[in-house]
């Protein structure tokens, strides 16, 4: 097997054909929740430098906002939006057994 299909194959899940990477589920989102998501990295590079930034709860706020709004609109899929959770909003999805 050659190195470029090892690559290939190292960069899908096996199971589902999808992509291991899942930053694909970040394109073509809508204007408004991709200011949300700027936003928040923004608020998150000056807390996690140790600094406190006073506007995190309305950035965070905002981003959750825009992230169930998009999701209930059917702009983005259920998968995006946990996604955009779990990466953006440091959320845990819990499992129901």
């Avoid at 470029?4 to 190292?10: F, L, M, N, S």
């Avoid at 608020?43 to 905002?62: F, L, N, Q, R, V």
């Avoid at 996604?83 to 909003?89: D, H, M, Q, S």
């Amino acid at each position: 097997m050659d190195e470029q299909k090892k690559k290939t194959d190292a960069a899908y899940d096996p199971e589902t054909g999808l992509p291991v990477d899942k930053e694909y589920l970040e394109r073509g989102l809508p204007p408004y929740l991709q200011t949300s998501l700027e936003n928040m990295k923004k608020s998150w590079a000056i807390e996690d430098s140790g600094e406190t930034d006073y506007h995190w709860d309305i950035a965070w706020c905002d981003l959750n906002a825009d992230i169930n709004s998009a999701e209930v609109d059917q702009i983005i899929t259920p998968e995006q939006a946990w996604y955009l959770r779990e990466k953006y909003l440091r959320m845990k999805r819990e499992e129901i057994p």
